[in-house]
């Protein structure tokens, strides 16, 4: 856990410096906004910042998003500042702490930001087995290939190998390749040098260089230009990198993960994906069985999932009754931990009684499991014959584009209006999903934001 701290409040945020550390944070000190980007810059990455509320929190935020650095920041004043609090939620900061600083609070938000990076929650034999495998081959250097349908945890999955790994003590980066547009890819990997091109006001160290001594996971690789994955094969095979712009190769001593939803090989033999790039990642594969193949892992995750979101909304944690639990065995969860995520979410806000009943657990299109919208896990013929009703009575008759963009919109829609998620559950890239919705848009269509849907139901 890594803390970038902004700022003095005449010496109060050095009292939290010190009780973070006391936590087991590494902390890095930077006199004001400036200096903080110099540092996230530098390749001295963050996993959190705190920052005095009378600095520019607006500007920090706006400027991080200019250069695509993500970290959650969190503002730090004394109580009186009530103004300054609520103008600094306004211009993006995560929470407001008050100070002087309260140890308990201060670990609360620590521990949010570890546990929403590390938790690996799992009790069914298919899951253990994965995990049994991933621990095995953590100590050593191969690289390893996650794969696995979108929303399954690889990414959890590729962070539970850095731990076990002899590389825990140093840092883990993850560079999300489908969220990033295929022209900012490569600086974004590799860093890029001031004047490289147009935007680049300094020089920026990439996620090779930031994540050296460390583990570097690129998940989604599949979703890579296929010119781009040329470079990324010499830096894994040379353990040496070009900066944008740069003049110079530089070392860097890394281990690899990565992660894909899609088949490589199938990839491979579509020219979409280098073959010789594949030998290299993928020198141990773990393979994520989907959540319907992982029966024993629904209750466990959908009750861990209850008490964290019970938590986060200050209401009381309640039992999950009989009619629930079997509404949740039987679904199929097409978007897994992801889609079982959001539906307990849901539950936590929805559940109006000493306990979660059915009527508080949706299905994807916002009507209650009890509703017939769930099928019991013990009838498949059931669930086969309804399906293909469904079928029927939604396809026939119709353009294959009309049933694609209602696919679209109703997967954004279980998602949130959250395109990357939608594009991973979907199987698609998040580049085509932009331009497919901004046909829809063009057409007429609504199209969900980002935390909103079109559905009273989400």
């Known amino acids: 856990m890594q803390l970038l701290i902004i700022g003095t409040l ?11 550390m006391d936590r087991g944070a590494g902390v890095i000190y930077a006199e004001n906004v400036n200096d903080a980007l110099k540092v996230l810059r530098s390749g001295r990455g963050a996993d959190l910042i705190m920052i005095d509320v009378n600095l520019d929190i607006g500007a920090l935020i706006e400027r991080l998003q200019a250069e695509r650095i993500h970290v959650p920041v969190v503002a730090c004043g004394t109580e009186t500042n009530a103004r300054a609090a609520v103008e600094a939620i306004r211009a993006g900061a995560k929470e407001y702490i008050p ?17 929403d990076q590390s938790d690996i929650i799992y009790r069914d034999d298919a899951m253990a087995a994965v995990v049994r495998l991933a621990e095995q081959v953590a100590p050593s250097e191969a690289s390893v290939l996650i794969t696995g349908e979108s929303g399954t945890g690889k990414e959890v999955l590729a962070r539970h190998v850095h731990r076990k790994s002899n590389r825990s003590n140093k840092t883990f980066v993850s560079v999300n390749c489908a969220a990033i547009p295929e022209n900012l890819l490569e600086s974004e990997l590799f860093g890029h040098e001031k004047g490289a091109f147009t935007g680049a006001i300094a020089r920026r160290i990439g996620k090779f260089e930031e994540a050296d001594g460390g583990t570097l996971l690129l998940d989604e690789i599949s979703e890579m230009d296929v010119r781009l994955q040329a470079k990324l094969l010499r830096a894994i095979q040379e353990r040496v990198i070009d900066r944008v712009g740069g003049t110079r ?7 690899i993960l990565a992660t894909s939803n899609r088949d490589l090989a199938e ?4 020219g979409r994906f280098r073959e010789d790039l594949l030998y290299r990642l993928n020198v141990v594969n773990l393979k994520i069985p989907p959540l319907r193949l992982r029966p024993a892992d629904i209750s466990e995750l959908a009750h861990h999932f209850m008490r964290k979101y019970s938590k986060i909304n200050g209401v009381p944690e309640r039992e999950i009754n009989a009619e629930a639990r079997r509404a949740l065995m039987s679904n199929p969860w097409p978007g897994n931990v992801r889609e079982l995520e959001n539906t307990m979410h849901r539950a936590v806000l929805l559940g109006a009684d000493d306990e979660i009943g059915p009527e508080a657990i949706l299905t994807p299109d916002g009507s209650p499991a009890n509703s017939g919208g769930f099928l019991g896990a013990g009838d498949p013929a059931a669930h086969a014959a309804l399906a293909a009703q469904a079928v029927t009575r939604t396809m026939v008759g119709r353009t294959v584009a009309e049933v694609e963009q209602d696919l679209i919109l109703d997967t954004l829609d279980h998602c949130l209006g959250n ?12 580049r085509t999903l932009r331009n497919k919705l901004n046909q829809y848009s063009d057409d007429g269509a609504q199209i ?9 139901g989400y």
């Open 267 to 270: 990839e491979v033999r579509g």
């Open 249 to 255: 190769p530089v070392p860097v001593n890394i281990r």
């Open 99 to 115: 100070l002087p600083p309260d140890p308990e609070l201060i670990a609360a938000v620590l521990g949010a930001v570890a546990n």
């Open 448 to 456: 969900p934001a980002p935390g909103e849907a079109r559905h009273a």
């Open 419 to 430: 395109r990357t998620h939608a594009a991973k559950i979907l199987g698609i890239s998040i």
């Open 10 to 20: 005449g010496g109060q945020l050095t009292a939290a410096t010190k009780i973070a």
